[in-house]
């Protein structure tokens, strides 16, 4: 049967293709995350998991970096029934949940009605009591149809009805994990900026280009969900911030003024006699910027590291790598400037 064979090879092909993509994300992931080497483990097998989602987890293992601090994942149906047992428990506790979903104490049946018979759960948190994610909802698949790669619907505590999220599971996850692994290595940027650059997973998820060296932009891929909707959904990752700043260098005027400062080192420092002629400055003109609530004012080299100088009148911002604070500091003296306080993220050092 030639055509039966096509269709064989063609699915080989395409399989083949989505393994060196899962290779090459595990592999990004291990750049953007010490911890993600260092704590990855093969995902446990299941039998029932749609063939790209066990692509996936096959690829990129199971590690700090893949599954969120806190979180409860489910590669088995069985186990996602046993975690959405307890988040309906959870929430059901109040009365007027309970009325909005019309469930009574003892009785849950029209919350899984609207689940449907065949799910899994790809972001809940625990323990117990703080099972519901962010904004008390789970993210499952609807695995009723039998696809290999499931949608992804939202399931609010509020009662509202379960609505799609994303009609693949695979790119929902990538997206969500990418996000996660440069929480401390990204960037927003408006997307009228131009930059653009060759897909990097494009079997898997074509959104992910390379611009240059040690820096990707991480686009949408078109989610569904619009009762939340992030500003600018588009991020540029990167390597290390001196990655970003090289790449931030290269660019016209123009362009730099769309882009935003690099996390997470932030210091806010005396300006008025601050000069910073002599430390490799770059200088965007007032017209060039872009009407952001935090617009470039320049680049500078300060203390061996570059800085993203924001001026705020007396004051300013500089964003930086958080391991150049100190050397930057003692810098900043000789310029006729001064630290007044250390507002950098917390938790940055878990990422380098």
């Not at 009365?95 to 449907?116: F, I, N, Q, T």
């Not at 440069?182 to 897909?199: I, K, N």
């Not at 900043?332 to 250390?342: A, N, P, Y």
């Amino acid at each position: 049967m030639p055509g039966r064979s096509l269709r064989r090879e063609n699915t080989v092909d395409r399989s083949d293709d989505e393994r060196a993509d899962f290779a090459r994300l595990d592999a990004l992931l291990t750049e953007l995350h010490p911890r993600h080497g260092a704590t990855r483990r093969a995902a446990p097998p299941a039998a029932d998991v749609p063939r790209r989602l066990a692509a996936l987890w096959q690829g990129i293992g199971v590690s700090e970096v893949t599954v969120a601090p806190g979180a409860r994942t489910s590669t088995g149906t069985a186990e996602s029934r046993r975690i959405m047992a307890e988040v309906f428990e959870e929430w059901f506790d109040d009365a007027e949940r309970r009325d909005r979903w019309g469930v009574e104490p003892d009785d849950h049946g029209p919350a899984w009605a609207r689940l449907g018979p065949r799910f899994r759960v790809l972001a809940a948190r625990g323990p117990r009591s703080e099972l519901a994610a962010v904004l008390d909802e789970v993210a499952v698949t609807d695995e009723s149809a039998g696809d290999d790669d499931p949608p992804v619907v939202v399931v609010r505590s509020d009662g509202r009805p379960v609505h799609r999220w994303h009609g693949s599971a695979v790119e929902w996850q990538i997206r969500q994990i990418l996000e996660r692994a440069a929480l401390h290595r990204s960037a927003r940027f408006d997307p009228r900026c131009g930059l653009t650059g060759e897909p990097v997973l494009p079997s898997v998820y074509p959104w992910l280009e390379v611009l240059g060296d040690g820096v990707w932009r991480l686009g949408e891929p078109g989610l569904a969900r619009q009762d939340v909707r992030p500003a600018l959904p588009d991020l540029l990752i990167f390597r290390s911030p001196a990655h970003y700043f090289a790449l931030a260098r290269s660019v016209d005027d123009a362009t730099l003024a769309r882009l935003h400062p690099p996390g997470p080192g932030r210091l806010i420092v005396t300006a008025a006699a601050l000069d910073l002629d002599g430390t490799d400055v770059r200088r965007v003109p007032r017209d060039r910027r872009a009407p952001f609530d935090r617009t470039v004012e320049a680049i500078a080299r300060i203390g061996g590291a570059d800085v993203w100088v924001e001026s705020l009148g007396d004051q300013a911002v500089l964003h930086c790598d958080p391991r150049h604070r100190t050397a930057i500091g003692q810098e900043l003296t000789r310029l006729g400037g001064r630290v007044i306080r250390d507002e950098t993220r917390e938790g940055w050092q878990q990422a380098w």
